[in-house]
């Protein structure tokens, strides 16, 4: 592959074509329960989750190694996240129509809006070109997915989207995250909806080794420094990496900076820790 050419410097894998093979649907590896991803069956029974998604899953290097070889546990931490979006929405009566995953990567979540939810349309983008392509070549042709890049422009209408959601992406937006949500207001409907995980003053306290931050951080030179600190040294607090692609940093936020600075572009709602607890979801609405 070769990394010089310029899609490269504000995408991933430009020039590279999907050559992959694929694993068996979701009941398939339902041996590999282990209990360490759950969700509350009374709001989607396994059986019926099982169901209706007998769709393919990626191996293991097509999904940037989340869950190692636990197939089963990779499907169920999408039905989690989804599924605490969708209580949330149920509990606020708030109706969604149109979703965008934005960092869709290979539809961990965007299939579970397909097939477990009642959404009219469902849309996922990311800045790798190989996760768009496995979504297109191996998910429902309902799913739109599309290629975006990290300069904060998204190709749909003003007022087009009632839901839009960000899992580890402002964790990694080391420059123009104000630009983003100023993207995100645009296209959100009014009354819509951002679901945006950080890594928070949270998580910066409560940091564990058997966290995956946890080992790539204490890497970095400049965490290193700070990593003694009671508190993150400053509002946004960006750690960049020798690399002179995108989106190459990790990222930790205040949560009285968070309320102040998005709270400008949108109502900030709610803020509390995803699941696991890794990071903590920002509720912004339009």
Same mark, same amino acid.
């Given at each position: 592959?070769?990394?010089? /050419?310029?899609?490269?410097? /504000? ?35 396994? +059986? ?84 768009? +392509? ?51 207001? $645009? ?11 950080? +890594? ?6 409560? /940091? ?22 009671? +508190? ?31 709270? $400008? ?22």
């Amino acid at each position: 592959m070769r990394s010089d /050419i310029w899609e490269n410097f /504000i995408s991933l894998n430009s020039s590279l074509e999907l050559k992959t093979s694929v694993l068996g649907p979701a009941s398939d590896y339902v041996a590999q329960a282990d209990g360490s991803v759950v969700w509350n069956e009374s709001l989607l029974p396994r +059986d019926l989750a099982l169901v209706r998604d007998m769709a393919p899953l990626p191996l293991e290097r097509d999904r940037e190694l989340y869950y190692g070889p636990n197939h089963y546990n990779y499907w169920a931490s999408g039905i989690r996240d989804y599924l605490q979006i969708r209580d949330w929405l149920d509990t606020h009566a708030i109706v969604v129509e149109t979703a965008l995953d934005i960092g869709c990567a290979s539809g961990r979540v965007i299939r579970h809006f397909h097939y477990q939810s009642d959404f009219d349309k469902v849309m996922g983008c990311d800045i790798n070109r190989l996760h768009v +392509d496995w979504v297109i070549r191996y998910l429902p042709k309902e799913i739109t997915v599309f290629q975006n890049t990290s300069i904060p422009y998204l190709p749909l209408p003003d007022e087009s989207v009632d839901l839009v959601t960000a899992f580890s992406v402002f964790t990694h937006i080391e420059s123009f995250d104000t630009t983003w949500l100023m993207e995100l207001r $645009r296209i959100l409907r009014p009354g819509g909806i951002a679901w945006l995980t950080v +890594d928070s003053d949270r998580t910066w306290r409560e /940091i564990k080794p058997s966290w995956p931050l946890y080992d790539p951080l204490n890497r970095h030179s400049e965490y290193q420094k700070h990593a003694g600190l009671s +508190d993150v040294p400053a509002d946004r607090q960006v750690y960049r990496w020798s690399d002179e692609k995108s989106y190459s940093a990790n990222i930790f936020y205040r949560e009285k900076y968070l309320r102040g600075a998005w709270g $400008r572009f949108m109502s900030f709602i709610d803020m509390f820790p995803a699941i696991p607890f890794f990071q903590d979801i920002v509720v912004l609405r339009k």
